[in-house]
């Protein structure tokens, strides 16, 4: 079986839920606590034993690069001013040398076919597909997690949780046989299915490992919900020939697509912070009291 050694980090969208900060700003590069969103992921992908993370970006998303480039001006006045836990946080960030690759979708044509931009950079290896507007809070790493069942069970896997009541409609949704655990082996999949027609009320939520034979699905363009190339479209179609499995992660996932959860990102990770979250939580309690 061969390693997943490589990400793919699709940010080419165009973060309408969070407009209008993200209309300059790549949503991906939206604060949460002190760092980028990107900043969490990253880290997972590392902590999960990737080698290479593909980011495929946007129009006016160079800031995505520049982050985990070096700033020599900023670096070396913090050296002289002698703000040496600052900088070694700023250090910390950068990307190794040829760890990241950066390609262009050059038009949001939908997630599926951001995946599809990244065919040459993958190869014939399977490989990670993270959600970078998803934090997912765990120990082990989530895409850790991934591996491990991976490991074990080969072949495609997704990460499920459940769906708030009433809103399974809004996402993809996935039919589930027999859990061992937290894994079972998937039946089906279906993006945005009509209210009252969902097969689960688990749906997709943001990281996947997939087979390289994903690419020819995707290489069709066939369109599907709000008129995009949905990546779970293609997995539907690469369903017939391969196995997939879904994992129920252990952890707490942060969707901070939209407004209210990029604020309850940066609230419930903020009071997990052992620098912060003593103050963070006595200026939630002076607020409620006003
Ligand atoms: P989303 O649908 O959550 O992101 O796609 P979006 O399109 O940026 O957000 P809204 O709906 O307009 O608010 C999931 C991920 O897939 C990427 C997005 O950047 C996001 O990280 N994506 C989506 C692309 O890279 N290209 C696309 O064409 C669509």
Known sequence: MKPIRKAVLPVAGLGTRVLPASKATPKNMLNVVDRPILSYVVAEARAAGIEHIVFVIGRGQGAI????DHNSELEQNLEAKGKTEILADVMAELARPGEMSFVRQMQPLGLGHAVWCARDLIGDEPFAVMLPDTVMDAEPAALAQMVAAYNQVGGNIITVEPAP??????????ALGERQGRLAPMTGMVEKPAPGTEPSNLFISGRYILQPEIFAMLGDHQTGAGGEIQLTDAMVRLMQTQAFHALEYDGVTYDCGDKLGLLRANVALALKR?????????????????
């Open 165 to 174: 009541d009433g809103h399974a409609h809004r996402y993809g949704i996935v």
């Open 65 to 68: 690069e520049d982050y985990f």
């Open 274 to 290: 052992p620098d912060l979250g003593a103050d963070v939580r006595a200026m939630i309690e002076g607020l409620l009291k006003r």
